[in-house]
């Protein structure tokens, strides 16, 4: 597989608690498209796959797939407790024409490192589709160490990795790792700040969750580092600085997605509606995030 560039994990446009906006997902899928993205990646955290019921999941695997018309490779999140549900759900998305499937190791009961290197074996022998390891220590509370990793790798269908760990110096060892046993393994950067850091290490792209609000902005700057411009780098990732402060505004540690819907709603993209049990942000917040995207807009104006 091809995987590289930027390849937005894509928020879930709700209409309610178990049904989706189809409008918004229409339009967020077409800022995507229009944007020249590599991939789209649903279900992952940004797009609380977790938190959504089977059904919908299933919903949003068949609508996302036939809105990209095979455009762009589909990567679909399995992370579960249960392997067999993760399986499942694997056939739905090989159903639908996915290319891959990603997934986080199982979370609530705290596995040790041989037990997760043999749920990830016997989840990658039973998939129907090809499987990217899911690094999210901050969601799963579990880390996929070095020695997890180097026996993970071996594995024919295990065919890359997207670390959300925000830690260089793990994703260095990765790579080093990559490059010793396994050349052309793809490595790909979750937190999009440290998207240039992560290239010059020698990621193949990012997963950037800011690419649902400006997918210009992560398009334009994979470019640029990818043809040496350094000017043009330096002066889009001062925009890439200015958008962490929309994932700030609230209280407690879902005031990433919080922002990130809100101000998708704001710009009337799609719903900013989140699954259980979050709320959207209260007027005070809401407010803070309307002042804020005056602002970012003329940025990105500049940049875009």
């Known amino acids: ?175 080093e790792l990559a490059r010793e046993k396994r050349p052309g393994w793809p490595i790909m950067m979750g937190p999009e700040a440290l998207l240039i850091d992560a290239m010059r290490l020698g990621a193949v792209g990012g997963v950037t969750g800011g690419a649902n609000l400006c997918p210009k902005l992560f398009t334009g700057l994979f470019a640029a580092i990818q043809s040496g411009d350094t000017a043009r780098v330096a002066e889009l990732q001062e925009v890439v600085v200015a958008l962490q402060q929309l994932y700030s505004f609230g209280k407690y540690g879902s005031s990433y997605l919080k922002g990130l819907k809100c101000a998708l709603d704001l710009t009337d993209i799609c719903s900013g509606l989140l699954a259980a049990p979050f709320d959207v942000f209260k007027a005070p917040e809401r407010a803070r995030v309307e002042a804020w995207l005056a602002v970012f807009k003329l940025k990105l104006e500049d940049v875009c």
């Open 1 to 175: 597989m091809d995987i590289k560039g930027i390849v937005p994990p894509l928020v879930t446009p709700l209409a309610s608690r178990d049904a989706l906006d189809h409008a918004g997902l229409e339009r967020l899928i077409g800022n995507q498209l229009d944007a020249a993205v590599d991939g789209l990646f649903i279900l992952g955290t940004t797009g609380e796959g977790p938190s959504l019921s089977a059904r919908l999941q299933r919903e949003l695997i068949t609508a996302t797939s036939q809105l990209l018309e095979n455009k762009v490779p589909l990567y679909v999140g399995i992370t579960d407790t249960s392997l067999v549900d993760a399986i499942d759900l694997a056939q739905a998305a090989a159903d639908a024409g996915a290319s891959a499937v990603v997934a986080a190791p199982p979370f609530y009961f705290p596995a040790g490192q041989t037990e997760l290197q043999h749920w990830f074996h016997e989840l990658a022998d039973a998939l129907p589709l090809p499987l990217l390891l899911y690094n999210m220590p901050s969601c799963v509370r579990i880390v996929i160490e070095q020695p997890s990793l180097a026996t993970l790798i071996d594995h024919e269908n295990i065919v890359g990795l997207k670390d959300s760990s925000g830690d260089l110096e793990y994703f260095a060892q990765a790579i």
